[in-house]
């Protein structure tokens, strides 16, 4: 931690931190997607779907736990949803590296306030779980 500490001499370190934090989410997001879309068009490629009747995402791709599991059995699909994950867990983690650059910093009204922003981020998503 201390030569994190150290590593963050200006606002342009953190700055650059962040910027490679959102660049590396980003594209590993991208290659992920990437990968469960071409899992999924090798098995899936030669069927003709039916759009008359509207199907939604199956049930075992709306959680975690039903992702992990979909990804641990090579599913196309559950590989792309971990890539959408991916790509929604960046901001927030840049959010929580804004807070700690804060901290670092000494600014303790902005690691109140960011803080406040990651707490209604989060139970905001937790909050859509239950509906």
């Not at 200006?10 to 989410?25: K, Y």
């Not at 997607?33 to 899936?44: C, F, N, Q, T």
Request: glycine share 12%.
């Amino acid at each position: 931690m201390k030569n994190i500490i150290k590593s963050f001499r200006n606002d342009s370190d953190v700055a650059s931190f962040v910027g490679r934090l959102l660049r590396t989410g980003v594209f590993t997001a991208s290659a992920v997607a990437l990968l469960g879309g071409i899992i999924y068009l090798v098995r899936h490629g030669s069927e003709v779907p039916d759009y008359r009747i509207f199907k939604g995402a199956p049930d075992e791709l709306r959680h975690l736990p039903g992702i992990f599991k979909g990804v641990w059995s090579f599913s196309g699909s559950a590989i792309i949803q971990l890539g959408v994950v991916v790509l929604l867990a960046t901001p927030i983690l840049r959010i929580f590296f804004s807070a700690v650059a804060f901290a670092i910093e000494k600014d303790y009204l902005y690691v109140l306030i960011t803080l406040i922003v990651l707490g209604i981020i989060i139970f905001g998503m937790l909050g859509g779980l239950g509906g």
